[in-house]
């Protein structure tokens, strides 16, 4: 617009007042125009709203997708707590007295050692192998997984990149899992993250080798090195840690036992690591490359073999204790402490071994006819036997639903028929089973344990879970009545069979084993004899009713009997005090029979026997001591030392007779100072033979785990002089043979100022030391 226009339009515009309005009303309509946007503008501005909008929308949902993926991601992964305070199941130890393992509880047969007590050879081994940038990453070997994507892209083949960081976080927690996944892989990653923040590169090598598995049902390192070599690990040479650390890859694969081919190129593959990495010289690699791989194999299923009984019998000792302190047997690494010798228990199981070994078969012919089948006199002479055995077995007990029966006979019928059953019941059943115990009597701690022949068959502890009549060995305990009450060792009674009345007329005699009835003989005889008759004639005088036929008239010295046998320790709770008790008929524990014998040994003095002395954590902590238990006098000493003078004579006889136990000393050579006692129930069901010296009282019992095994009737062998003593008499000569035992030869000493009644049966006391001259 010119200059002359601009004049002319303002002139107008403040001259005409209808111009100046209709301008005013052009310039508002085009203010509000220019507010209200055109039909264009309006869908692009509602098409960026939009927009804004779903983004808005999808970046919260992938917020919270990550944020739930994060969690996911983080559930499966162990806690903070669980990070800091791994749990490795770890078995708790039974050592000896001497610090022999001989037993473990566990859920997996693992011995924690530290860094410091594992070879450095089998550090070696498992950084060459398996990770050999393990001290310059942080948990994820980056080069490693890029390696093994090259790999897979090139060629097809897959190999791990899992650092040892990540194999311990699958070893340690079973949350993350051993699928092939991604999410499983992350996982796995993250939390080997988290063990290295929150450890040394040495805790992980050390926490990885205690945790890990190799082959036999061995877990860690040292129980790995002691199944396989039978040595701790720091002694693990180049050769027997690259066979380990190589078993890492299969177990099985490259077991050295199972497939040693397989083992020993898997072991070169270790071994050529090791040289790669500078971690042998090339003279070292070639020279093993050509050598076998040698073991020195102990199964695990062996370790403690000869304590496994034992090891029950502990376990239920302390149960209780440690349920209350919340410690868990199995898993918590405990070390029980025992009083046990190890040389002695080795002595003990050999000797029972020994004997059980060639009594089974003495036991099957004396039952078997000329030409006969398996024990067919046996089977004859007690024909309810096998049937009830059958009854007592799974098939039987299932035969009812698999025969769609309920009648006995049809059952029956059936598993009659099948023969390889039915010989396998008969042979399974007769068994001979056996229990041997020592204690030391002068503190009540138990050296050895067998509690039978073999743990993985019978798990039924004869020591003191089985409870059986003992014969004559419960003897003794009517003769300690008689002397406690001021009898002489010499004191004469009638050994004519006696003969006594109940009520009703009904009439109750005893004979001798074997004859050999009438006259009058010593206690000291009788006792060493065993003679039924005799120990039945003393039993009016104990009773104060001497001269009488009345059965009643014994049931004071029935109780005097039981009283006495009481105080020693045998539990007769429940058990009536009938005359029979003198020849024992009471049933009585292995356990509780030897720990009444103590007494003798003990000078009158009984101590409750015990087994176990401390407990300790698995860092060696003690969190339990067990205190001795507490002694009491129940005879005098010169009481107990006439006891232990008259059981002399069962092993050494005397002038015109033998003892029972003379075998001992004939066939066994044991011509230390020693006392003892044999013993046969009437059927032969049970055989025992307790042997005292003043170091330890030993007992052993033999019979089948049923009562209805039992040896034929007046069988020579089916007796404590045959079936027990030669345990007891095998056991001393293995026990001074062996120089680790300490096996002791010193006598037993009188109380001090004691002289012996004169009329002794025996000219060989040293009237200077008081002692027997052997």
């Known amino acids: 617009m010119s200059n002359s226009e601009y004049d002319n339009e303002m002139d107008r515009y403040f001259n005409d007042p209808e111009y100046r309005r209709q301008k005013a009303n052009k310039e508002k309509k085009s203010q509000q125009a220019s507010k209200e946007p055109n039909n264009y503008s309006l869908t692009n501005m509602n098409k960026r709203s939009n927009l804004y909008r779903w983004i808005g929308i999808i970046g919260g949902i992938c917020v919270i997708l990550l944020g739930g993926f994060v969690l996911y991601l983080y559930s499966g992964m162990p806690s903070i707590e669980a990070l800091e305070n791994p749990k490795t199941a770890v078995a708790s130890k039974i050592k000896s007295r001497d610090g022999v393992v001989i037993g473990r509880f566990y859920t997996q047969n693992r011995t924690y050692?530290?860094?410091?007590?594992?070879?450095?050879?089998?550090?070696?081994?498992?950084?060459?192998?398996?990770?050999?940038?393990?001290?310059?990453?942080?948990?994820?070997?980056?080069?490693?997984?890029?390696?093994?994507?090259?790999?897979?892209?090139t060629s097809g083949n897959?190999?791990?990149?899992?650092?040892?960081?990540?194999?311990?976080?699958?070893?340690?927690?079973?949350?993350?899992?051993?699928?092939?996944?991604?999410?499983?892989?992350?996982?796995?990653?993250?939390?080997?993250?988290?063990?290295?923040?929150?450890?040394?590169?040495?805790?992980?090598?050390?926490?990885?080798?205690?945790?890990?598995?190799?082959?036999?049902?061995?877990?860690?390192?040292?129980?790995?090195?002691?199944?396989?070599?039978?040595?701790?690990?720091?002694?693990?040479?180049?050769?027997?840690?690259?066979?380990?650390?190589?078993?890492?890859?299969?177990?099985?694969?490259?077991n050295p036992r199972i497939n040693p081919e397989n083992a020993k190129r898997r072991q070169n593959v270790v071994l050529m690591q090791l040289q790669k990495r500078g971690f042998i010289a090339d003279s070292t690699y070639n020279n093993l490359l050509s050598q076998k791989i040698a073991l020195d194999y102990h199964p695990p299923s062996e370790a403690g073999h000869d304590s496994k009984y034992f090891a029950q019998y502990v376990r239920k000792q302390v149960k209780d204790w440690a349920s209350e302190n919340e410690y868990n047997l199995n898993t918590d690494g405990l070390t029980i402490y025992t009083t046990i010798n190890s040389e002695l228990q080795l002595n003990a199981q050999k000797a029972v071994e020994a004997k059980l070994d060639s009594l089974q078969p003495i036991f099957e012919n004396e039952w078997t006819s000329a030409n006969g089948e398996f024990m067919d006199t046996y089977w004859k002479r007690y024909p309810g036997f096998l049937s009830s055995f059958i009854e007592e077995t799974d098939r039987y007990k299932n035969g009812f639903?698999?025969?769609?029966?309920?009648?006995?006979?049809?059952?029956?019928?059936?598993?009659?028929?099948?023969e390889a059953f039915v010989d396998s019941v008969k042979h399974a059943r007769t068994q001979l089973q056996a229990g041997f115990v020592g204690i030391d009597p002068q503190t009540g701690a138990v050296r050895f344990w067998i509690g039978g022949s073999d743990y993985s068959n019978t798990q039924f502890d004869h020591v003191y879970q089985s409870k059986r009549q003992t014969g004559s060995t419960f003897k003794p305990f009517v003769y300690t009545v008689a002397i406690d009450n001021g009898y002489k060792p010499y004191y004469k009674i009638s050994n004519a069979p006696p003969l006594f009345y109940q009520k009703g007329g009904k009439a109750w005699s005893i004979t001798n084993y074997g004859g050999g009835q009438g006259g009058m003989?010593?206690?000291?005889?009788?006792?060493?004899?065993?003679?039924?008759?005799?120990?039945?004639?003393?039993l009016p005088e104990l009773a104060g009713s001497p001269g009488t036929n009345k059965l009643s008239d014994l049931i004071p010295a029935a109780k005097k009997i039981k009283k006495?046998?009481?105080?020693?320790?045998?539990?007769?709770?429940?058990?009536?005090?009938?005359?029979?008790?003198?020849?024992?008929?009471?049933?009585?524990?292995?356990?509780?029979?030897?720990?009444?014998?103590?007494?003798?040994?003990?000078?009158?003095?009984?101590?409750?026997?015990?087994?176990?002395?401390?407990?300790?954590?698995?860092?060696?902590?003690?969190?339990?001591?067990?205190?001795?238990?507490?002694?009491?006098?129940?005879?005098?000493?010169?009481?107990?030392?006439?006891?232990?003078?008259?059981?002399?004579?069962?092993?050494?006889?005397?002038?015109?007779?033998?003892?029972?136990?003379?075998?001992?000393?004939?066939?066994?050579?044991?011509?230390?100072?020693?006392?003892?006692?044999?013993?046969?129930?009437?059927?032969s069901a049970d055989n025992w033979f307790v042997g005292m010296t003043p170091q330890v009282v030993m007992g052993a019992w033999v019979g089948g785990s049923d009562r209805r095994i039992r040896f034929p009737k007046n069988s020579y062998t089916g007796q404590g002089a045959h079936a027990a003593m030669p345990i007891i008499g095998k056991f001393i000569q293995l026990a001074k043979a062996d120089p680790e035992a300490n096996w002791s030869v010193e006598p037993f000493d009188p109380p001090p100022g004691f002289v012996m009644p004169k009329d002794r049966e025996t000219n060989r006391i040293n009237t200077g030391t008081g002692r027997i001259d052997w």
């Open 158 to 254: 897959i190999r791990g990149a899992s650092t040892i960081s990540q194999q311990l976080a699958r070893n340690l927690y079973k949350k993350i899992g051993r699928e092939f996944s991604f999410i499983r892989k992350l996982r796995e990653m993250l939390t080997a993250i988290q063990i290295e923040k929150n450890y040394t590169k040495r805790e992980i090598i050390e926490m990885y080798l205690n945790t890990v598995e190799f082959p036999n049902s061995s877990y860690g390192i040292q129980t790995a090195a002691q199944t396989h070599y039978g040595k701790d690990a720091s002694k693990l040479n180049v050769s027997e840690a690259a066979t380990l650390i190589g078993s890492l890859r299969a177990v099985y694969f490259y």
């Open 401 to 418: 639903s698999k025969y769609d029966t309920d009648q006995r006979s049809v059952v029956m019928e059936k598993l009659m028929a099948d």
């Open 564 to 683: 006495m046998a009481q105080n020693m320790g045998i539990d007769l709770e429940g058990v009536k005090p009938y005359p029979s008790i003198a020849l024992g008929t009471a049933d009585v524990s292995l356990l509780e029979l030897v720990s009444a014998y103590t007494t003798f040994a003990n000078e009158g003095v009984h101590i409750e026997p015990h087994a176990i002395t401390r407990i300790e954590d698995k860092s060696g902590n003690i969190i339990k001591e067990f205190q001795s238990t507490e002694r009491q006098e129940v005879i005098s000493p010169e009481t107990a030392y006439m006891m232990v003078d008259m059981l002399r004579n069962a092993i050494r006889g005397g002038p015109g007779y033998y003892g029972t136990g003379i075998r001992l000393r004939t066939t066994y050579n044991v011509t230390q100072d020693i006392a003892g006692k044999t013993g046969t129930t009437d059927n």
């Open 113 to 153: 050692v530290p860094y410091e007590d594992i070879s450095k050879n089998v550090v070696n081994a498992l950084i060459a192998t398996e990770d050999h940038r393990f001290y310059s990453h942080w948990g994820v070997d980056v080069k490693a997984i890029f390696a093994a994507i090259a790999d897979i892209a």
């Open 521 to 538: 003989v010593s206690l000291r005889q009788a006792l060493a004899r065993s003679l039924n008759n005799a120990t039945v004639n003393l």
